[in-house]
């Protein structure tokens, strides 16, 4: 059973940086497509970035798009999210999620494709 854990999460001051790792399990990494989402208090659960099976295709959602960085580590199994000069509307718990695909290209952005998701790590930006 594929088993996601995110950690690094916590409590930041706007314009600063947080780094957030997940650690996959339990299945080939290298056949899934990873990606972050994020949902926010009384909000819906909203895409934040993507990465397909090899790294070499990557997506953002506009709100992040200039500020975060997804990357990926096939031979250690995991799937980080660097997050630069956050706002205190980036304040939410951000899910690590995990999509099996053939398809190597594929960067999965919807919340209904994904097969698993972590237990979600959380993010505070004070203003």
């Known amino acids: 059973q594929v088993q996601l854990l995110e950690s690094g999460g916590g409590l930041v001051q706007a314009g600063g940086s947080l780094r957030l790792s997940c650690a996959f399990s339990?299945?080939?990494?290298?056949?899934?497509?990873m990606g972050w989402f994020r949902q926010a208090p009384g909000k819906e659960r909203e895409f934040v970035a993507g990465?397909?099976?090899?790294?070499?295709?990557?997506y953002y959602g506009d709100s992040v798009k200039g500020r975060f960085i997804i990357s990926r580590d096939n031979a250690k199994a995991t799937v980080n999210l660097q997050m630069n000069s956050l706002k205190p509307e980036d304040t939410a718990v951000y899910y690590c999620?995990?999509?099996?695909?053939?398809?190597?290209?594929?960067?999965?952005?919807?919340?209904?494709?994904?097969?698993?998701w972590g237990k979600g790590t959380a993010v505070t930006v004070s203003s």
């Open positions: 339990g299945g080939t990494f290298s056949s899934y497509a």
């Open positions: 990465i397909s099976r090899s790294g070499g295709n990557l």
């Open positions: 999620a995990a999509d099996l695909t053939n398809t190597i290209v594929k960067v999965t952005t919807r919340s209904y494709d994904i097969d698993y």
